[in-house]
């Protein structure tokens, strides 16, 4: 059975430091997510990737890929509040997508 | 391009009562996903629908839940006699093919249940 776990599940954190979240997945998968989620809303999609040693930026958030360890990174860099949200790893196999549990992250200014 | 459109965005039945979840997919998709967000989760898979067909419907509870994606019209996520534990966030999401094509989501119906 697919399992993806992400850790931390909280973050606090000051505006302007560097974090890393991060997620492992148990088997082998198809193409692995990063998406973020506010408050009642619904699932934004920040990375999709592909291959091992993929990496992907987009602003202050990086998100990297190792399939042999069957691990991903999101990493903040400078954090700005913006940024407080949850962020949700997951991961597809046979049509379907397998959510992590999410790391809910919060910036103080 | 409209994207993945849900309603009610937000849905209040009484124990016992019926509730009905609606989802069009994005223009050219013909493949459909729910999933289910309990509060402070994840997202859980439900099923996978094409048109008229289920293709995969492991995560979804053995009673009272039924899923169908008609020729015309939406797909509907039927749940009988709700209880509480129904209350949850539930997404639609849908593709323009399996696997290697990307899902995309809609804004998810709120289901209260008092």
């Known amino acids: 059975e697919l399992k993806v776990e992400q850790n931390p599940l909280f973050l606090s954190m000051q505006e302007g430091k560097n974090y890393t979240i991060y997620c492992n997945y148990s088997?082998?998968?198809?193409?692995l997510y990063w998406y973020r989620q506010d408050p009642g809303k619904s699932l934004e999609s920040l990375f999709v990737l592909l291959s091992n040693g993929a990496v992907k930026q987009e602003g202050r958030l990086m998100a990297s890929l190792d399939t042999k360890a069957r691990l991903s990174t999101l990493h903040i860099t400078a954090a700005v509040h913006d940024l407080s949200a949850t962020y949700f790893c997951?991961?597809?196999?046979?049509?379907?997508?397998?959510f992590g549990k999410g790391t809910r992250l919060h910036i103080l200014p | 391009n409209a994207g993945v459109m849900q309603n009610p965005r937000h849905l209040v039945r009484r124990r016992g009562q019926e509730a009905r979840l609606r989802c069009s997919p994005m223009?050219?998709?013909?493949?459909v996903y729910w999933y289910r967000q309990l509060p402070e989760e994840g997202l859980k898979f439900m099923v996978y629908?094409?048109?008229?067909?289920?293709?995969?419907e492991s995560g979804m509870p053995k009673e009272r839940f039924s899923a169908e994606f008609p020729k015309e019209g939406p797909s509907i996520l039927r749940i009988q006699q709700v209880v509480r534990g129904d209350s949850a966030a539930y997404f639609c999401?849908?593709?323009?093919?399996?696997?290697?094509?990307?899902?995309?989501f809609g804004p998810g119906t709120r289901l209260t249940v008092t």
């Open positions: 088997t082998t998968s198809d193409r």
């Open positions: 999401a849908s593709s323009a093919g399996r696997s290697s094509y990307e899902q995309y």
């Open positions: 223009k050219g998709h013909s493949h």
């Open positions: 997951a991961v597809s196999r046979d049509d379907k997508i397998i």
């Open positions: 629908l094409q048109k008229e067909n289920i293709i995969d």
